[in-house]
């Protein structure tokens, strides 16, 4: 069994909607994140706000309430978030 063959411009605008979705949400975690680091203090007000932007059930799969998306597509969103 294959998998589907998956189009190079329906990822990148798959990837491309997800970063404007939550490249406000990305900014607002690194602001604080060098006082956080100073601080040491635990990161729990911007785990909570993944959380509520719905980015902790990205891949979780549809049937059971998340968004289904691909693992590369959520990867390229992950290690792109501290870019924003």
């Known amino acids: ?7 190079p411009t329906a990822s990148a605008n798959e990837i491309a909607g997800l970063r404007e979705e939550f490249g406000s949400v990305f900014q607002r975690i690194a ?16 785990v909570q706000l993944l959380k ?5 059930s990205l891949r979780v799969p549809v049937d059971f ?10 990867l390229q ?7 924003g």
């Open 1 to 7: 069994m294959t998998a589907p063959a998956i189009s």
């Open 31 to 46: 602001a604080g994140a060098l006082e956080r680091e100073e601080t040491r203090t635990l990161p729990r007000e911007q």
């Open 52 to 56: 509520d932007t719905g980015f902790t």
């Open 65 to 74: 309430g998340g968004r289904g998306v691909r693992l590369e597509v959520f």
């Open 77 to 83: 969103l992950y290690f792109g978030a501290g870019d």
